[in-house]
């Protein structure tokens, strides 16, 4: 079965702190990973995504993500946080054979202070 | 805008009532997704279409669910007899043949009072 793990309700970082939210993931076979954000009353918004490669991809709006295999692990990262990265972010898998839809994570929420 | 269209945005309607949302996904993409969110919880998958074949259907999709995409463009997800459980927002999402990510509309938040 495929499921997703966002071990983090909420994150607060400081403006112009780096940041990284959780994700660690259960898939049978290769994953597909994806970041999306969400912002109040919206739908998701793509960030990024791993399918194959180099373990660090990079996305929109300065954010990259570090693919671990062996701790079965898809961390969101960016090196200094902004106050509108403040939003919700979701992690979600997609195996590369078999289902097609996404399964997400329960979401983080991330508030940066200013 | 060539992004994922969903219509109407918001929808409050009496418990018992049908409703009928609305899709047009980006212009050539073969794929698309119904997912449901509800507060604090993650996207959940409820039917899945290529091209105008309905592929995939989540437990969650019970009987009073329907879904079609006739033409394979456009989509419309029917709730019949509306309960106060089906309150959520109703997100689609579609996907091309050359993508591996699915790009989502901004959703239907539907409110059973």
């Known amino acids: 079965a495929q499921s997703v793990a966002q071990p983090e309700d909420q994150v607060n970082v400081a403006e112009g702190n780096p940041l990284t939210v959780k994700c660690t993931y259960s898939v049978s076979g290769n994953p597909y990973l994806f970041w999306y954000v969400q912002y109040p009353n919206r739908g998701l918004q793509f960030l990024l995504k791993?399918?194959?490669?180099?373990?660090l991809v990079k996305g929109s709006y300065g954010f990259e993500a570090e693919f671990n295999k062996s701790q079965t692990s898809f961390h969101l990262k960016k090196p200094s946080a902004l106050v509108s990265d403040s939003a919700l972010y979701f992690c979600a898998v997609r195996p590369s054979t078999g289902a097609n839809n996404l399964f997400f994570g329960t979401g983080t929420r991330l508030t940066v202070i200013p | 805008d060539t992004g994922v269209s969903q219509d109407p945005r918001h929808k409050i309607t009496k418990r018992g009532q049908n409703v009928t949302f609305r899709c047009d996904p980006i212009s050539e993409h073969n794929r698309l997704y119904w997912y449901r969110q509800t507060l604090g919880q993650g996207p959940e998958f409820l039917t899945y279409f290529q091209n105008e074949a309905q592929l995939e259907k989540s437990r969650l999709l019970s009987d009073r669910f329907s879904a079609e995409r006739p033409k394979g463009s456009f989509s419309t997800l029917e709730i019949q007899r509306t309960e106060q459980g089906d309150s959520a927002m109703y997100l689609c999402?579609?996907?091309?043949?050359?993508?591996?990510?699915?790009?989502f509309g901004q959703g239907t938040r539907l409110t059973v009072v």
């Open positions: 999402a579609s996907r091309g043949t050359g993508n591996t990510e699915a790009f």
């Open positions: 791993y399918i194959t490669g180099d373990n």
